[in-house]
């Protein structure tokens, strides 16, 4: 079946624009989850819904972040007044139930690039 | 400190070796632990998880160690495709959320 998928794959902006990061989860999946890969890091979470609703944001590094995810299905993570250090890629992940433990499958991400 | 640390590498290894990757996380509370590969470019992908009791799949065999919060993966006979960067990863406190080490590169040679 598909995974998860990510538009666009790349994007690139100046700084102080504002730019939408899109994912399309797994089919019935209710978790879902994003996180921002700096170059030679792993992956830092950012934040989690389940459902519709964003049950833990406490990774988001300040208030120019804000994610949706309003029918539960897809998610879009907008970014404010961009900065250079915003430079990354952004992983979607999404697992069926959120649980502690479960596989969570990533898409390809979006690797955003401030000028 | 970082809540999960791995050999910085990178490795270099000839076809056919044996190699060993470690990590250590400073949650004690942390209930579930992994392994994913990252291709060059591509997102991660679970390798395998980890139980106390140790598992195997294959050529890979990854153990934990509560008592030391030290985890590791072997890696028998590489393969070149085996050529990767190796993430070792653990629950958060929230449970769901996922803490990422570094990262750890394979580079498997002829």
């Known amino acids: 079946g598909a995974g998860v998928s990510q538009t666009p794959s790349n994007k690139v902006t100046e700084k102080g624009k504002y730019v939408e990061l899109r994912c399309d989860p797994i089919?019935?999946?209710?978790?879902l989850y994003w996180y921002r890969q700096s170059l030679g890091q792993g992956p830092e979470f950012l934040i989690y819904?389940?459902?519709?609703?964003?049950?833990?944001d406490s990774g988001l590094p300040n208030d120019r972040f804000f994610a949706v995810r309003p029918e539960g299905s897809v998610s879009t993570l907008k970014i404010q007044r961009t900065e250079r250090g915003d430079s990354a890629v952004y992983l979607c992940?999404?697992?069926?139930?959120?649980?502690?433990?479960?596989?969570?499958?990533f898409g390809p991400g979006t690797r955003l690039l401030v000028l | 400190r970082k809540e999960v640390e791995q050999d910085p590498g990178p490795f270099n290894v000839p076809e056919g070796a044996t190699v060993a990757f470690n990590c250590t996380y400073s949650n004690s509370a942390s209930q579930s632990f992994f392994w994913y590969r990252q291709d060059c470019r591509k997102e991660p992908k679970l390798l395998m998880s980890v139980y106390s009791s140790g598992n195997e799949d294959g050529r890979f065999t990854a153990q934990l160690n509560r008592a030391s919060q030290y985890i590791s993966l072997l890696i028998r006979d590489s393969k070149l495709s085996d050529s990767a960067t190796y993430l070792c990863?653990?629950?958060?406190?929230?449970?769901?959320?996922?803490?990422f080490g570094k990262g750890t590169s394979l580079l498997v040679t002829p």
């Open positions: 819904f389940q459902g519709t609703g964003a049950a833990d």
């Open positions: 990863v653990v629950n958060s406190n929230s449970g769901y959320a996922l803490n």
């Open positions: 992940a999404s697992s069926l139930t959120g649980t502690s433990g479960e596989t969570q499958y």
């Open positions: 089919s019935g999946h209710t978790a």
